[in-house]
């Protein structure tokens, strides 16, 4: 909390005025990114796109809050253990409900043809696995343009799927 007092400009114990504790800092930080993701699904979930089209909407979505929100989205791979344990449990359920949304587009893009049928469980890691630590090599390079880099992201994760 000093660090973070420092960064800001102001003593310590002011920044307690604000907030009560480290946790609630991590829980709100964690929140904050985990109802970002559930709106989006929520949103491609009803939009009138067929399932590569809403897919290529979610891996958009993922790079563009990682380029807008680097920090906090690496919170999201491994600091959440650190919650109490309702607001960990609301998280992981919100976290769930994304994956299980996720799953089911992947699976809707297999059924229809666009992908080769493949365990949905292993695409489906992959795909998260890549987004999930782009905020890692995108940290070390911010020059890169949002709409390229999702553009090769896509690329890589859609065009490799495809028949």
Not at 131 to 136: I, P
Request: aromatic share 8%; with cysteine.
């Amino acid at each position: 909390m000093r660090l973070l007092a420092d960064a800001v400009g102001v003593k310590a114990a002011s920044l307690y005025n604000h907030i009560s504790s480290k946790e609630e800092l991590l829980r709100e930080l964690l929140m904050d990114m985990a109802r970002l993701f559930t709106q989006s699904m929520e949103e491609v979930q009803n939009a009138p796109l067929g399932p590569v089209e809403k897919l290529e909407r979610l891996i958009a979505d993922y790079v563009g809050y990682t380029v807008e929100h680097t920090d906090a989205i690496s919170l999201l791979t491994g600091e959440w253990v650190h919650l109490d344990e309702r607001p960990k449990q609301e998280f992981l359920t919100l976290r769930d409900n994304y994956e299980d949304g996720f799953r089911q587009i992947l699976t809707d893009c297999m059924d229809a043809g666009h992908f080769n049928k493949i365990d949905v469980d292993i695409a489906l890691f992959s795909t998260l696995s890549t987004l999930r630590w782009l905020y890692s090599w995108y940290s070390k390079h911010k020059e890169i343009n949002q709409l390229k880099l999702e553009g090769q992201i896509k690329r890589v994760l859609i065009v490799g799927l495809r028949k």
